[in-house]
Structure formats: structure tokens, C-alpha cells
């Protein structure tokens, strides 16, 4: 059973990482500087890709703001609709999870 204290350090290790993923993304969406055509085409093909995994780190980071915040107010391993207390299995595969098994259908 994971401590609050664990589970935030958790947390916030995983924001860290997301965060530098967002950096590098951002810095390989802004490097293209050839004048080639064919190959310009192709990078932004790529581009779409880098800028999905660039939303999804986002919304992650946004998933775990909401833990954190719930984590300071007292009321995170609860779910957020119905009330009842999240499983640990749950927290430990989604530790930002704001809804137990039953809510998340």
C-alpha cells in the first residue's frame, strides 16, 4: 500500500518526465531548417506525431494537477462522483485517477 507521500512523489516524478518529453518535442517541432522540399514534407508528416504525443503529455500533465490538488485538499484515492474510496490496484496502474472502477465506464 502506497503512502500520499509516495504516491505525490510519484507523481510529481512523473510530471518532471512529461514535462522534459513536451521540451524535447517543442524543440524537434521547431528544428526543421531544410530547404528541401520532399524532405520538408516528410518532417511534417512526422510532425503530426510528435504534436499528438505533445497533447497527450498535456493532458496528462493536467490529470495530475487535478491529483496533486486533490492530494493537498485531502480527498485523493476518492472518487470524484461517487465518493467511494479508489482501489489500490487502480492508483497503482493510474495514480491520477480521479474516479474508481465503477465511475470510470
Known amino acids: 500500500m502506497a503512502t500520499i507521500t509516495a504516491r505525490k ?4 516524478a512523473r ?13 524537434e517541432l521547431t528544428s526543421h531548417n531544410t530547404p528541401d522540399w520532399e524532405e520538408l514534407a516528410t518532417e ?5 506525431v510528435l ?14 494537477a487535478a491529483a496533486l ?4 485538499g485531502g480527498d485523493y484515492g476518492l472518487c ?15 495514480p491520477f485517477t480521479p474516479f474508481c472502477k465503477d465511475c470510470a465506464k
Not at 510530471?15 to 524543440?27: F, S, V, Y
Not at 470524484?80 to 493510474?94: H, K, M, T, W, Y
Open 15 to 27: 510530471a518532471e518526465a512529461l514535462k522534459a518529453r513536451a521540451r524535447g518535442i517543442e524543440a
Open 80 to 94: 470524484q462522483v461517487c465518493g467511494a474510496p479508489i482501489s489500490e490496484a487502480r492508483l497503482d496502474i493510474v
Open 51 to 64: 504534436e499528438g504525443m505533445g497533447q497527450e503529455a498535456a493532458q496528462e500533465l493536467r490529470a495530475i
Open 44 to 48: 511534417r508528416e512526422g510532425d503530426e
Open 69 to 72: 490538488t486533490r492530494i493537498e
Open 9 to 12: 512523489a510519484e507523481l510529481l
